[in-house]
């Protein structure tokens, strides 16, 4: 369970004892009216028509920052039909790639339409509350699901808190064998001690909480809890590459180990690189992974 992020609608003092929203529509106004600092999720349509035959209406689609198709579903309380009303609209959506990427194409441009990842679509439930048979369900399911609890603190505070997470089924690329030269045979060991690395730097990060989900992505391998933490790059020859959503500006720059990429273009997502070439490198990268994890 991630802990409780309570974000400023306004101003003011907080309020010391949480409320349930008057009304659903409340709480889908404010999450859609600021989806990407919550959800790390772009907003894309509110109450999107899934047409005559299939006679429904999403309450919200977003894409992730990788890419990702999102389908947000609010309940101002507990309701034990969210998950299924949500994988029903799923269905729908994957089974509608084109109108999907229409849309995208529409809001963010066509670079963003071809790059959505369908193998790794998103269901977020925001809701008062979850029963224990909706834990349950979401750790035997296929799809990747987050269930989202909110509060309000009286006027002017929002706090939301990922109860559960699943993560959606997906499949590691084989490594073939390599056979050849000594010279061939030497740059073979090499390659296998970066990947070697690669796995312990994979380990490391999915060892920070229960609530990570990972997410690969063409170019890197993206872990979040709701919002992407850290972005994995596949091992160069002598270094491998993670970014982090840690301000470079309140970190001591190590030249060769972390590098500000504010503004520059990188795989994945996240303003501080750390180069990873040696097991000293990843033990002394473990507080930059923590404070990322915690942040998102």
Known sequence: MSGLKLFNTRS???EV????????ADVQDLVEAHMETMLGVRFLASEYSTGPVHGGRIDSLGIDENGAPVIVEY??????GVINQGLFYMSWLMDHRTEFQALVRERLGA???????????????????FTRYDLHAVREHRHSIDLV?????????????TVATAVGRTSAPRVGR?????????????????????AALDEALLGLGEDITKVMNKTYHAYQRLRNFACLCPPQ??????????????????????????????????D?????RTERDLERAQELFRLSYAAA
């Not at 309940?75 to 034990?80: C, I, L, M, V, Y």
């Not at 369908?118 to 925001?126: H, Q």
Request: glycine share 10%.
């Open 272 to 276: 501080l690189e750390v180069q990873v």
């Open 12 to 14: 003011g003092v907080t």
């Open 111 to 129: 670079t963003a339409a071809s790059q959505v990842l369908w193998s790794a679509p998103r269901l977020i439930c925001v809701a008062g509350d």
């Open 178 to 198: 390599r056979r050849g030269t000594a010279k061939a045979q030497r740059a073979a060991s090499a390659d296998g001690a970066m990947t070697e690395l690669h």
């Open 149 to 161: 609890r909110y509060r309000f603190f009286g006027n002017d505070h929002f706090g939301v808190e």
């Open 237 to 270: 020859k002598t270094k491998l590459l993670v970014y982090l959503k840690v301000d470079p500006k309140a970190t001591d720059l190590v030249p060769g180990f972390t590098r500000d990429v504010t503004g520059l273009g990188h795989h994945g997502t996240g």
């Open 75 to 80: 309940k101002r309380a507990t309701d034990p």
């Open 17 to 24: 004892a949480p409320q349930l929203a008057e009304v659903e």
